[in-house]
């Protein structure tokens, strides 16, 4: 199931294509066919006279697409999640949600916060929560889900309006999470909240691929770095981390605010021991899906979401 949050045509904002991953073919809607290249270490390539596209494959077999567009300096992104048809008794309980969408028509902001759905998808209450601070509950009509036996997944509305769609993914060892894209341009990440568990051991090595989504909506550069464990701490439930590109250290508190999430103070970085400035964020861990979202936190500025 491809998703496809920044498309404006609502027939290509979702679709199901079918990948055979031994012969690196991709059967489209339409019936066309793709071809791809292996790079090793879970990424392809797929190159034409347009774009070049990277595919990168997390070990719960999701997928993120980073295209780069040959014409022009644009890029895009595109979310792949195994396509399954889940029950709405699947959602019922606390989810951690993670938000990125516009607040005009070239800005773009982020959110954190939680719903909670009953076994019929509706979501009963629903909060935004900004940093360390206590979440405040929305009010008026909420969100509900409903099944979509058509074309899969779910259609999502809100006070009797359609606003967009949804799927869910949940993996063998049971980790679910769902994605939700909205007809106004917003799309919405959630995952169960639910305790991290066990803190990552000291010397825990880490290689991973990010890209920053912008205020203005444009999308930063994909880029490859490693963080390595260099502490723990199972009282204060807090690891800290040294990242090779350029020795910065920086500490996050685990299940924090909320189980489930991950935070970092503004400013309270190092670098060879000495204090530099960075980011405060909230992240939420994907757990299960080898993906982690890095949201900002109410004022920072410029907002920023990565991936």
């Known amino acids: 199931r491809m998703m496809e949050p920044f498309e404006s045509d609502p027939q290509f904002r979702s679709y199901v294509i079918t990948i055979d991953a031994v012969a690196k073919t991709a059967t489209l809607p339409g019936g ?3 071809t791809f290249t292996s790079n090793g270490g879970c990424q392809s390539t797929a190159d ?12 719960s077999g999701a997928l993120v ?3 780069q567009f040959k014409t022009s300096s644009g890029r895009d992104i595109t979310i792949g999640l195994p396509d399954q048809t889940l029950p709405l008794t699947e959602l019922a309980g606390t989810w951690n949600i993670a938000a ?6 070239t800005s773009f902001v982020a959110d954190i916060g939680q ?4 076994n019929a998808g509706n979501v009963t209450a629903l909060s935004s929560c900004v940093g360390l601070n206590a979440c405040v509950a929305e009010t008026g009509a909420l969100p509900k889900m409903a099944v979509n036996a058509t074309n899969g997944g779910f259609d999502v509305s809100q006070g009797g309006v359609a606003t967009g769609r949804a799927f869910a993914f949940k993996t063998l060892a049971g980790k679910a999470a769902f994605v939700n894209i ?10 169960r909240q639910e305790s991290l568990g066990a803190l990552a051991a000291v010397n825990t090595v880490s ?13 930063g550069d994909l880029l490859d770095d490693t963080v390595t464990v260099t502490a723990n701490d199972a009282t204060a439930r807090t690891i800290t981390r040294l990242r090779t590109s350029d ?4 500490t996050l508190g685990v299940d924090k605010p909320r189980n489930g999430l991950r935070y970092r103070a503004a400013n309270s970085c190092t670098i060879d021991n000495a204090p530099v400035n960075c980011r405060e964020f909230v992240q939420l861990p994907m757990q299960g899906m080898g993906i982690t979202l890095s949201l900002s936190v109410g004022t920072t500025l410029p907002p920023f979401f990565d991936v």
């Open 115 to 118: 719903a909670t759905f009953d």
């Open 32 to 34: 066309a066919s793709a």
């Open 65 to 67: 697409l980073y295209t």
């Open 182 to 191: 909205a007809d106004d341009g917003t799309f919405v990440v959630g995952t």
């Open 48 to 59: 034409s006279a347009e774009e070049t596209i990277r595919i990168m494959v997390s070990q």
């Open 100 to 105: 990125w969408g516009p607040v005009a028509p």
């Open 207 to 219: 290689n991973f691929r990010q890209f920053e989504l912008n205020r203005n909506g444009t999308i």
């Open 247 to 250: 020795r910065r250290a920086d």
